[in-house]
Nanobody
Framework: VQLQASGGGLVQAGGSLRLSCAAS????????MGWFRQAPGKEREFVAT????????YYTDSVEGRFTISRDNSKNTVYLQMNSLKPEDTAVYYC?????????????????????WGQGTQVTVSS
């Protein structure tokens, strides 16, 4: 499956952006999806994940309450709505697909758990 992330840009602190991740080559409906981010000089870190049907989500603490992951399987697309953005949210954001079933007790939080990756979209938050 090929993933294409889009929607990044430059925004002031407190602003909002919505990232999209569109899939081609295979339907996304059977995949757990995740968003990760990587700031310069730092490791890629988990942001959010959503189960294949969309009923379960999980967020890293730093974005809980500000970001919302969702999906529209009819459009083969996953979204990340980012509100109340902070300068520390600045990073390249990546979407990823995990073929394993969603595990409520142990959601997929690590890059190695994901099978397919998009190319990344830059998010820059100015103070």
């Amino acid at each position: 499956v090929q993933l294409q992330a889009s929607g990044g840009g430059l925004v002031q602190a407190g602003g909002s952006l919505r990232l999209s991740c569109a899939a081609s080559g295979r339907t996304l409906s059977s995949y757990v999806m995740g968003w990760f981010r990587q700031a310069p000089g730092k490791e890629r870190e988990f942001v959010a994940t959503i189960s294949s049907g969309g009923s379960n989500t999980y967020y890293t603490d730093s974005v809980e309450g500000r970001f919302t992951i969702s999906r529209d399987n009819s459009k083969n697309t996953v979204y990340l709505q980012m509100n109340s953005l902070k300068p520390e949210d600045t990073a390249v954001y990546y979407c990823a697909a995990d073929a394993a079933p969603y595990n409520k007790r142990s959601p997929s939080l690590y890059p190695y758990e994901y099978d397919y990756w998009g190319q990344g979209t830059q998010v820059t938050v100015s103070s």
